[in-house]
């Protein structure tokens, strides 16, 4: 729901139409409502293929496409380069994660997991964006991680009523329960590369509502090695241990600040 001052204010601005391409929901959910609800009209695709018919049908014009750089099927420089042919917009790139030298090449911008508006408007405008702080530490939960970003969350109260927040926090927190029983899965079964596509799903999806705690351990489960060994599963079940303490206390917050 808009109030009239928001929809005063989104009227005095001319933003872009925006298409965002993303496979994970609770990242491309989180993302869209921001969007729309600071201005923009936010057009959305699960993959690379969802995208292209979307342009190749009527109505989707968007003058900026934001594209994750790490989905499955069709994705990376090739999903740019079947844009192109398609649209004149701005392609930005979006990831949880650095990307290679390839896609930063060939998109126009890039833009790290969790953004904001503001964020946009600062690449739309061509000014260069901070380089993401890269925290070092110990494996496992960080008391000193708030389990929500206070500033997502202000920003959120601005946008939208409690209502919609607890909405998206909980679709944050049912995605990282569904996670957390694939990531048991993969670690009984010590499957690096299943971990690791799990952590970077969980990084992006709560990085991007601001779920700290959660987010941070995602990372860490992106980050193990290719070829794991020695006691590498071990530290993963160790963050698997961790993730379901941050799940309990996302469902706390649910609870205690977001009451139904």
Request: aromatic fraction near 2%.
């Amino acid at each position: 729901m808009q109030t009239v001052c928001m929809r005063d204010l989104i009227a005095q601005r001319d933003l872009p139409v925006v298409l965002l391409i993303d496979d994970d929901m609770v990242s491309r959910e989180v993302a869209a409502t921001v969007l729309t609800l600071s201005g923009y009209t936010v057009y959305t695709a699960d993959d690379g293929v969802s995208a292209l018919k979307k342009l190749g049908g009527k109505g989707c014009n968007p003058a900026v496409i934001l594209m994750d750089a790490q989905m499955p099927g069709l994705s990376g420089e090739e999903l740019i380069r079947e844009l192109r042919s398609r649209t004149n917009a701005m392609l930005i790139a979006i990831s949880g994660s650095e990307v290679g030298d390839g896609i930063l090449s060939a998109a126009d911008g890039f833009l790290m997991k969790p953004f904001d508006a503001a964020s946009l408007e600062r690449v739309l405008q061509k000014q260069d964006l901070a380089p993401a702080t890269k925290r070092a530490g110990k494996i496992g939960l960080d008391s000193n991680d708030p389990v929500v970003s206070p500033e997502s969350l202000a920003q959120l109260r601005s946008l939208m009523p409690e209502k919609g927040i607890r909405e998206i926090y909980s679709a944050v927190a049912a995605d990282l329960e569904k996670r957390l029983v694939e990531l048991e899965t993969a670690i009984a079964s010590k499957n690096a590369e299943a971990v690791r596509r799990i952590g970077h799903a969980i990084k992006g999806g709560c990085g991007m509502a601001g779920a700290l705690q959660a987010a941070r351990l995602g990372a860490m489960l992106e980050a193990l090695p290719e070829d794991p060994v020695g006691n590498q599963f071990d530290n993963s079940a160790k963050i698997l241990k961790d993730l379901r303490g941050a799940a309990r206390n996302l469902e706390r917050i649910l609870t205690s600040e977001l009451p139904v």
